[in-house]
């Protein structure tokens, strides 16, 4: 398949030899039939009255066309479901829809109708032979209409050799829409993913869980509890002289207790910069008074000018910034066989002609062709949850079943969802779709 990635057109004349080789057995058989048939019609005379015994005609008539239908409904069934015959498997042809799959019932049905007009005027004409009795005139109706339907079957075989557009299509084809290849020459277009060809739809891993500070953003974590009554140094410490230090120390500075400068006003004590034993935790010094006579009552020392720091009123640690971003959602896609790409943001009912029930309307639809009636009309449902997605298969005719991607096939039960992961291709009918990540 690698080497063969063109599509190359059909022949007239492979075209021609695959036709012979398909409708010349039930033609054959017909032709015998009938040909027995008239042999065996006799005539008396009766009364005055010429008697004719179509017995034999009607016998072996009918058997000859009744074989030939059944041999016709079956080409047409196999060339329908995998655009094969017995004469386009000799000639390396296939034929297909106009995406490049299998043409299905109702096209071939179209085709054959229009190559085998002659034919059915000739049955036709035999028919009215026997009704109206005209056995002796019956050669001379018949072999120029049989003549007739063979021409005709040859030139709508062969007529995609005036088509302009490279010989492309025949008229039968234009008629049903379908086209034929060479497969011994190209590339098989049914077998290898219709006309757009082959693809890789490999996907993708999922997004790694990224670690956050707090499992609720903004949350505070447990307080740290520091006896605030327990003097720093308690050998060398003394009040100070000067008036009660405004707002204490700046949020994550911490000064040696001996040092005066510790007293000072914040705002006139230089930057410093330290790493406090404990990562993001702040701890308030306690507040200093001036000496107040023993009658008087403790006062609390002024405000300060400027506001301070949100975390200087609280003995516990408080977790400030913007939050933690929430991890990236994966993004799931399907792709069809047909080759159409899909991203799944809300559930997605599949089928021929999907229909949403009750507590769906929000649900879309995704129409799938199926000329072979394999799909039923709402054949799944899909439901995605950012890790994979949940399929239901929605009481379908022929049923549904997921290939995992180490190759375990798991048949759906009618109702009851089932996880699948990316990498894994899910079956319904004669189609399936792949499960990946955008």
Known sequence: MATKLELVPATAAKRLGAAVLDWLPPFAVLVIAFAVGFAGVTRSQSGGFIVYDTSSLVLFGSIGAGIALVYAFVIMGLEGRSGATLGNRVMGIRSADSDGFAPGAGPVFVRGIITGAGVFLALIAAILVVIFRWFDAAMIILGPLALVAVAWAVLVVISNSWDRNNKLRGWHDSAAKTLVFDIKAGRNPVATGGIQGPYTFAPLDLPPVQKVASPVAGARPAPSVINAQAPVDGGNWAPPQAAPAAGGQASGQVPPATSTAAHAPAAAAPAQAFQPPIAQTQVQQPQQFAPQPPQQAVQPPAQPQNAPHPDDDLDRTQMRGGGVAPAPVAVLRIRLDD??????????????????????????????????????????????????????????????????????????????PLFVMPGSTVHFGDRHFIVGQA
Do not use: C, Y
């Open 339 to 416: 080759g159409r790409d899909f991203q799944l943001d809300r559930s997605v009912l599949i089928g021929r002609n999907p229909v949403a029930q009750g507590g769906e309307q929000n649900a879309m639809t995704l129409a799938v062709a199926d000329p072979g009636r394999s799909i039923s009309k709402t054949h799944l449902h899909l439901l995605t949850d950012g890790a994979g997605v949940w399929v239901t298969d929605r009481n379908s005719t022929n049923g549904s079943a997921v290939s995992m991607p180490d190759g375990t096939r798991t048949p759906l039960q009618a109702g009851v």
